[in-house]
């Protein structure tokens, strides 16, 4: 049952919530695994943070007995489908994707049935439903060395996300189907605003991640996955970046070059629609919480479980091959 706001402020006043969640990682032999859009507490008391293939890999790889994970929905799934036998919690069961939701398993089969000749790379960021009905998964950061690992001639499906889809097409050159989808958050950057802001910061930076529309990506210095627009704004001797991505990677990208300024892509309105509303469920009362309770758990029915799990497995096994 969810639990109000003022009912977890209730069961968790008085504590140190970050001493309480150390205790429960010794205690459970537990890891927990946080994305970049997460809020910095959560990124400080995380055990691994990072982008999609990053934490794929730390949970395909972790000796721990329960995983934590402060991320979305599919990105919990995702660690049960490589992990059966450990247990997985999140900290908010609402906490789930926008692109996610964007493609409907029944109607996706029904797409993928009218072109039986194509491989199917699904974007992780897609249910473990999809990711069963998938040959390849894929991530931002190793998306376009996935498709060139395929014989030219290959016919590829390519979905949920129309926007990185038009991004892969672009770099490979590859004439790929795309699923009509898309991420709520890096659809709302405003290629106006950001042309105004280059235009008061004309040393800036633009970095985007390759979910951004095209306008958008037209404005960039460079694109890449949140790793890797994170190392980018470590390594470049630029001192100004407008991110066009989810806010969250700000915390990181300050704490790794305090000297520098981030400022964030504004969105077409004068909303907060560069935080994702999903990410920011989560909260350290809810981690503490759910560790402590070992739930919401996250469960994969077997006959779905397997082929996601291959599926992803043939993206661990490209990468690794390619030193990604």
Known sequence: MLQSVASLRSETAGLDLFEEIDRLKKEKNAIVLAHYYQDSDIQDIADYIGDSLGLSQQAASTNADMIVFAGVHFMAETAKILCPQKKVVIPDLRAGCSLADSCPPDRFKAFCDAHPDHIVISYINCTAAIKALTDIVCTSSNAVQIVNSLPADTKIIFAPDKNLGRYVI????????????????????SREKIVKLKERHPDALV??????????????????????????????????????????????????????????????NNCACNDCPHMKLNTLEKIYLCMKNEEPSINVEESVRIPAEKSIRRMLDISEKLGL
Request: proline content about 9%; some cysteine; overall charge negative.
């Open 207 to 268: 970095i985007a991640h390759p979910e951004c529309e095209t306008p958008v990506l037209e404005l960039a210095d460079f694109i890449g996955s949140t790793t890797a627009l994170l190392n980018f704004s470590k390594s470049n001797p630029g001192n100004i970046f407008i991110v066009a991505t989810e806010s969250g990677i700000l915390h990181q990208m300050v704490k790794d070059s305090p000297h520098k300024t981030f400022i964030p892509a504004p969105p077409e």
């Open 170 to 189: 672009q770099q490979t050159g590859r004439n790929m189907v795309l699923w009509d989808g898309a991420c709520m958050v890096h659809e709302i950057f």
